[in-house]
């Protein structure tokens, strides 16, 4: 990361996180959140999944109530109380209009200036290849982002009484190879820490290692990387698209 990245559009005052799996937000995106509603922003959480298929040694029907659990319990660490699970199948999430239309239903009803979701690029850079979950809701929000705008695109929505919402004024990638922008964590690392550590029951079957050594240590690579291209700040760094 050599090029200079700017500092995040900050005159705004709700945004939507929208995601594949309970974890996803909480693997570095989760320090911005903290920093945002520390200084008094709204940030609510929109889930395509409940994470069943995640855990190898846990059967999909105990491991979706769990990651549930966790998920919430991350989620409230950063100040953000609103969280919803849209139920499509862990692994296999289809881009196309069924989940398109979810998620422009959701930000209809959200009413955010600010979109927020995860890498939806082939790769996490050079050929570390992305899953097929992160792309397929991270294409889907950037698109949703503009269908919830726009009356005649899934109509019945408004027929349901969910009216149009043109105020997306930018949607904002985390983990992207391709970042622009960055937000500087310095006041909000800690909190991001123990939003991860929410997951235990995730991380203590993916690694053996110490869960908070473990966490600790993927979060603060993640905001050192940032930081020669943000003024040396810790910092999460966004692909940051304009509406």
Known sequence: MTEQLAPMPADWRRALAVVAHPDDMEYGAAAAVATWTGGGREVAYLLATRGEAGIDTVPPAEAAPLREREQLAGAAEVGV??????????????????????????????RPELVITLNHHDTWGGTAWNTPDHRAVGRAAIDAAADAGNRWIFPELADQGIEPWDGVRWVAVAASPRPTHAVDVTEGRERALRSLLEHRGYIEALTDEDPEAYARAFLDRGTEATAPAFGGRPAVAFELFAR
């Open 81 to 110: 109380s609103v969280v919803e699970f849209l139920d499509h199948r862990d692994g296999v999430i289809e881009y196309g209009p069924a989940l398109r239309r979810d998620i422009a239903a959701a930000i209809r009803r959200h």
